[in-house]
């Protein structure tokens, strides 16, 4: 028969809420989809994270023995995706599978500023300050503002055209990636 030792147990749980091992997911034992492998018996979240545990035990029980070889606490420096857990890297960048940008594993109140937030703050302030010229431009006669004084419209259409230009390419960029 094989041992029922919560070897999967979550920290702070007392035992009782145990851990899949291909994807991490809390899972109770009254779960439906368990395995026994090497006299140890295995809790799933799911029929596929069981099949995929069933077909090569060893990939994920290897995992499993690096992670309880480390500390009890994730690395200062690791980072994840919120996409995919199972990507973990020493630096941040962005996800190899979804294009989001990597977290840190561990927050703490110290940490430094988010380079993501920092890159999306400088493009947002940029795209407004380049389109509200465009706006006044396009929609200013509608406010009783007008600018034909100014150029012709042809020019004015071509200075528009100008103005939203980076701001649709550099300002939208990291969502194009991502789309």
């Known amino acids: 028969m094989p041992s029922e030792a ?4 979550a920290p702070g749980h ?7 091992p291909v994807c991490g997911m809390q ?3 009254d779960s439906a989809h ?3 492998h090497e006299k140890q018996r295995y809790y799933f979240c799911s029929d596929g994270c069981r099949r995929k545990f069933s077909a090569n035990p060893g990939q994920y029980l290897d995992r499993e023995k690096v992670d309880r070889s480390e500390s009890p606490g994730p690395a200062s420096g690791a980072y994840t995706c919120p996409m995919h857990p199972e990507i973990l890297t020493d630096a ?4 190899p599978l979804c294009g989001m940008a990597l977290e840190p594993v561990a927050m703490t109140p110290d940490d430094e500023a988010n380079p993501e937030l920092v890159d999306m703050t400088r493009r947002l302030g940029v795209s407004v300050f380049l ?3 465009v706006l ?3 929609m200013g006669e509608m406010a009783g503002l007008s600018f034909g004084w100014l150029a012709p419209p042809r020019v004015l259409t071509a200075m528009e055209f100008a103005l939203a230009t980076p701001v649709v390419l550099w300002g939208g960029w990291p969502f194009f990636v991502r789309g």
Not at 6 to 9: D, F, I, N, Q
Not at 92 to 95: A, S, V
Request: charged share 30%.
């Open 6 to 9: 919560p070897r999967h147990a």
């Open 14 to 20: 007392g035992g009782e809420a145990l851990r899949d």
């Open 27 to 29: 899972v109770s034992r």
């Open 34 to 36: 368990r395995h026994d």
């Open 92 to 95: 941040p960048g962005d996800c």
């Open 131 to 133: 389109t509200l010229p």
């Open 136 to 138: 006044l431009l396009a």
